[in-house]
């Protein structure tokens, strides 16, 4: 029995710098094919080292779709065989079109480069651009960039693509050509014809037309009459999509701005004090540099489990190596409190409870700073900053805060509620053991701080 080789990795770096050297040998095919059809540039010497790297690179790129998936193909296969039937059925027909050096065939054929309608052939080349918006379209899901200003780029792009094949289907049809043939004339003969059509595709498609420029026959008519149609149905769709972008490139802006719109209105209505809406203003603006105006906990809770818990454990990383808390607890321990942390924002000055309540929550530090006060608030014991928590002496002993905590600066908590904290103790008593402990400890020490000698 023959053993089934395992397919080479796909993701690896060095298939995403190949990936990346296929796709700008694409993007070198898709500008310079048309140009070789329509101004007759198939027996320049200098194409052959080109016609050469262009193959050799289309053709392995073949071989190695045949043994190895793109990366933007996210199910695993598990054998050569399996991929390579995906492979014959998908893409296979396409990229070996592309690959085919049809140029160089009919050089061979007609060195006089005489080869009539057969240089058509070189258009198969072109049959790799539906693998371009592949790439594209993977690379707008894996890149960081914002979305909005990758579709912008990709809308230009296409918009010059398309540009660049109608001003090469004009010179097709015969617009700039003089007396004799297109090979009569020389290179910079070639470029200036190239730059008109662009020029007349532009004026045409942004509908502006100045007409120094006209067909002179009927198929150019016609064809003229076509780019017109296609520029005014396009005009109001690209600057709608373009305007659409723009206005979208920082949606998170929007929104932050569109909210503080109607929460302005909704102060001005009730006939807020001034001094309440500065509060608001700077609480709100706190939120934006910090957290851009996004509730991180909303978002994380369409996840499921696991994938919650790895982003809250990502988030909440430096709080985690702050906090004494959670250095010597397991992980699981460390996952399942994770969960159950609620954030909180208070503005400074703002207290966070005040003596003889109730507690009910205890809170981590994770930016900022409070002081722990008298009940009048005016004498202050001590100030605690990031990787302290508090609150958990009235929590886990049954009794009211011993003291009063208020915010220094805006300062960013978590806060766990008792019925959370109960629960997870419960399921890892060595640890109930030892913050319990830790709470007589600080109970005391406060109450002597309090007390005074």
């Not at 006089?112 to 594209?136: F, K, N």
């Not at 002179?216 to 690209?238: I, R």
Request: with cysteine; net charge neutral.
């Amino acid at each position: 029995m023959i053993p089934v080789m395992s397919p080479l990795r796909s993701d690896t770096v060095a298939r995403q710098w190949w990936d990346l050297l296929v796709v700008l040998t694409t993007v070198g095919v898709v500008v310079e094919t048309p140009l070789r059809v329509t101004l007759d540039l198939l027996t320049g010497a200098w194409m052959w080292p080109y016609d050469l790297v262009v193959t050799a690179i289309l053709t392995l790129d073949v071989l190695l779709n045949l043994v190895s998936r793109a990366p933007d193909r996210k199910s695993p296969a598990a054998n050569l065989g399996q991929i390579a039937r995906d492979y014959l059925k998908g893409w296979f027909a396409l990229d070996l079109a592309a690959a085919v050096p049809f140029d160089m065939f009919l050089v061979a054929l007609a060195p006089s480069g005489d080869s009539g309608m057969l240089h058509l052939l070189c258009l198969a080349r072109l049959a790799r651009l539906p693998r371009l918006v592949q790439y594209l379209r993977w690379r707008a899901r894996e890149s960081n960039l914002n979305p909005s200003l990758f579709r912008l780029g990709s809308l230009v792009f296409w918009i010059l693509v398309g540009a660049h094949f109608i001003a090469c289907a004009w010179l097709l049809l015969g617009a700039g050509n003089s007396a004799g043939t297109s090979a009569d004339y020389a290179p910079d003969d070639a470029v200036r014809r190239y730059v008109r059509a662009l020029y007349w595709t532009t004026t045409t498609l942004t509908t502006i037309g100045y007409g120094d420029i006209a067909p002179v026959d009927n198929v150019q008519t016609v064809f003229c009459m076509f780019v017109q149609l296609l520029g005014a149905g396009m005009y109001g769709l690209v600057i709608g999509a373009m305007a659409s972008l723009i206005a979208n490139i920082d949606v998170a802006k929007a929104q932050f701005r569109e909210r503080m719109e109607k929460i302005e209105t909704f102060m001005k209505y009730k006939s807020l004090p001034q001094e309440t809406r500065e509060r608001v203003h700077d609480y709100y603006q706190y939120l934006w540099e910090t957290r851009r105006g996004y509730d991180e906990y909303s978002l994380v809770e369409e996840f499921p489990g696991p994938l919650k818990a790895e982003i809250l454990l990502f988030l909440n990383r430096a709080m985690i190596e702050k906090v004494p808390f959670f250095r010597g607890a397991r992980p699981d321990f460390v996952r399942e409190i994770v969960l159950l942390l609620r954030p909180v924002v208070f503005s400074p000055g703002e207290f966070v409870f005040r003596k003889g309540e109730v507690g009910h929550d205890m809170y981590f530090i994770s930016r900022g700073a409070v002081e722990v006060v008298s009940e009048d608030g005016q004498t202050v014991f001590a100030t605690l900053r990031e990787g302290n928590f508090f609150g958990e002496i009235a929590l886990l002993l049954s009794q009211p805060r011993t003291a009063s905590i208020r915010a220094l600066e805006f300062t960013d908590l978590y806060q766990l509620d008792q019925e959370a904290v109960e629960r997870a103790l419960k399921r890892f008593p060595d640890f109930e053991k030892q913050i319990r402990e830790l709470a007589e400890r600080r109970h005391q020490e406060i109450t002597r701080t309090v007390s005074g000698p």
